[in-house]
């Protein structure tokens, strides 16, 4: 199917990463490899089903900015991060319009990413779920939902109306009809990074159980 919505990610990370001690965009991922961090590896991840990727930073932008620019993405600042993460996300979506696409594919940067034929499903039911009459489609994986969220022109809109005070949680439930669950068999679907423990507990996974390196994923291996 062609894709008939110019797409643009969003990866927000203006996060002050208080509660892990050190900025979580940063952290290895996988947690083994070097060379790859969690911002990196959600870049290149997000490159072969996107036109552009804009990277929503805060008070972090100086130590951000040489691994966005390495890696071909755009850097956007928040300046008011303590507004609290809707505030990003909305400075992303206006960014998206701005640089011209009227499609989102919006993660958080303490996600790990979902394989590449994850989000190439996800891809391809995005605009079908949108010719259908829907707004958007999210992953799922036995009743939970995750991360990325795919948005159209509609739903960005709806997000963009909200007043700041709500919450990108909120504005989904409200259209939860009009956004589309997709199954995919990611099992670190529902996975945040908050915390060292987190992600020692992430890191044991890991080493019991390898992860693709960003490149194998972008392949399909």
Known sequence: MQNLYGMCGVILAAG??????????LLPWPPAASGHTLLSA???SLKPFTQAIVVVVGKNARNLAPVIAANGALMVLNPEP?????????????QVLALGHNAAII????????????????????????????????PEKDGKHGH????GPQLIEAFLQA????????????????????????SLLTVD?????????????SAAQPAARPHERLSGS
């Open 16 to 25: 002050a990463s208080s509660r892990m001690g050190t900025d979580k965009a």
């Open 42 to 44: 959600a870049i290149a």
């Open 82 to 94: 303590e507004r609290g993460q809707f505030s990003s996300f909305q400075i992303g979506l206006r």
């Open 107 to 138: 993660t958080l940067v303490d996600c790990p990413p979902l394989s590449a034929p994850s989000l190439q499903h996800l891809r391809v039911s995005f605009d079908r779920a949108l010719a259908l009459g829907k707004w958007g489609v999210a």
């Open 148 to 151: 990325p969220l795919l948005a």
């Open 163 to 186: 007043p700041l005070a709500s919450n990108a949680r909120e504005v989904k439930r409200l259209h939860a009809h009009l956004i589309e669950s997709i199954p995919v068999p990611d």
């Open 193 to 205: 990074v908050n915390t060292p423990e987190e992600y020692a507990a992430l890191a044991a996974q």
